[in-house]
């Protein structure tokens, strides 16, 4: 880890944009970008969520927010001039890290603490004997040192090295941050430690409790148990979007996708094909009226299009509405399947959700069946490696156990035993 990354995200974190921060810290956009992958890596949790065109912080982020700053101030005031230097006070404070000359530079924290191990020593020959190092390699680290910071840091004579006055302000800055850094890194190895048994598989969100998708999740959960009791798996929820960008920076080891296409840079089987229904509440429906007269006089409830389910949709809305007649629908975007739902039965709504699910309800809306081309496709993704793909296997073998609905109407039927639905 090195002081340019920590400092790009903790202004990245403080702004909510990567483009501000970059212009803060006088670097490309794509440095930001990168800075905050190699921290999440390290540290080995995310730490953003996108809303739209902003970067939230995540929970765990904002618990290190405050520790991030105090970094950040200490590694801004190494490039500050001795005077400016020595006119600050001993602790600056967080959310205001001083203005830097220039952009901060590429400083590795481990030249930071073999700086602070050489003035300890007194001696380069002897710093490098305990860090088992090759003493022209230490030397060569801490001149570039110097060159970064742009001061003298130590004078060096027969008997050793002492501190410059910049070397023993910088001395203070050093210990400082890495005390912050083994406070923030020991917080997150115990974090790994615990999970590095852990296998990790994130799925699209369930429909709720009656759902194929938790259905299959419970089974899973349960057959993982019996078969792999030392090795646990844990599930976790949310979008399609963020189960490939959680895969792509190593959150999750495996995901269950409710999508057909997934990036070239994993492998995936198919899991299971669902029908998906246009739901609607029976109290809205007139007779004889045509699921497109349906489209164009109810308000459409949808989920984010970060979901597959939205993806589906948009292509059914599509394949049946002009573009005149979609620019007039009214849609209202929501990031929960039960919300939906009840906008459907209690607010004279519609939407198109997995038939199945939805006809497990205890007073389920009326369904029509789409026909084939809009179907749930759940596949099982993971990263093109020898132990994913072992896992992944593992749990394919448990998920093909799950039971499909025996009772399923032809397309463009209402389910049995429903009332009658809007003709196609």
């Known amino acids: 880890m090195d002081l340019a990354t920590l400092c790009l995200v903790e202004a990245t974190l403080r702004t909510g944009s990567v483009r501000a921060a970059a212009r803060l810290e006088g670097r490309p956009a794509s440095s930001a970008s990168a800075a905050l992958r190699r921290l999440e890596a390290a540290i080995s949790m995310p730490l953003v969520r996108r809303e739209g065109a902003m970067l939230v912080p995540t929970l765990d982020a904002q618990a290190r927010m405050d520790r991030l700053a105090e970094i950040a101030a200490a590694a801004k005031e190494l490039l500050l001039p001795g005077a400016e230097r020595a006119a600050r006070p001993a602790v600056p404070l967080p959310q205001t890290p001083p203005r830097p000359v220039r952009p901060m530079p590429q400083i590795p924290l481990e030249t930071l603490a073999r700086f602070s191990a050489t003035v300890g020593a007194g001696s380069i020959r002897r710093a490098a004997r305990m860090l088992g190092l090759g003493q022209p390699q230490l030397t060569r680290q801490l001149a570039r040192l110097e060159r970064e910071i742009g001061f003298p840091l130590l004078v060096r004579s027969r008997g050793g090295v002492t501190c410059t006055d910049a070397g023993v302000a910088v001395l203070a800055l050093a210990e400082r941050i890495g005390n912050i850094w083994a406070n923030l890194s020991q917080a997150s190895d115990e974090r790994f430690r615990k999970s590095a048994r852990t296998w990790r598989l994130g799925s699209v969100i369930p429909f709720g409790h009656e759902s194929d998708i938790a259905r299959m999740l419970a089974t899973l959960a349960a057959g993982w148990q019996g078969k792999h009791p030392r090795q646990p798996l844990f599930i976790a929820s949310t979008t399609a979007d963020e189960l490939i960008s959680g895969l792509q920076a190593r959150r999750f080891d495996l995901a269950l996708l409710d999508v057909d296409r997934f990036p070239a840079e994993f492998d995936g089987a198919l899991v299971s094909r669902s029908p998906l229904a246009l739901a609607v509440s029976r109290s809205v429906v007139k007779d004889g009226e045509e699921v497109a007269d349906l489209l ?51 607010h004279g709504y519609l939407s198109i959700l997995p038939e199945q699910s939805v006809s497990r309800l205890a007073d389920p809306p009326a369904l029509i069946r789409l026909d084939a081309r809009f179907r749930q496709t759940l596949n099982l993704v993971w990263p093109r490696n020898a132990l994913s793909r072992q896992t992944a296997q593992a749990v394919m073998e448990i998920l093909s156990a799950v039971e499909g609905d025996p009772a399923a109407p032809p397309p463009g039927k209402t389910a049995p035993d429903r009332h009658a639905a809007p003709r196609r």
């Open 296 to 346: 164009r006089r109810l308000p459409v409830a949808v989920p984010s299009a970060r979901s597959g389910l939205r993806q589906m949709t948009d292509l059914y809305i599509a394949s049946t509405l002009s573009a005149a007649e979609r620019a007039r629908l009214t849609l209202v975007e929501v990031d929960s399947i039960p919300v939906i739902v009840n906008l459907v039965r209690e």
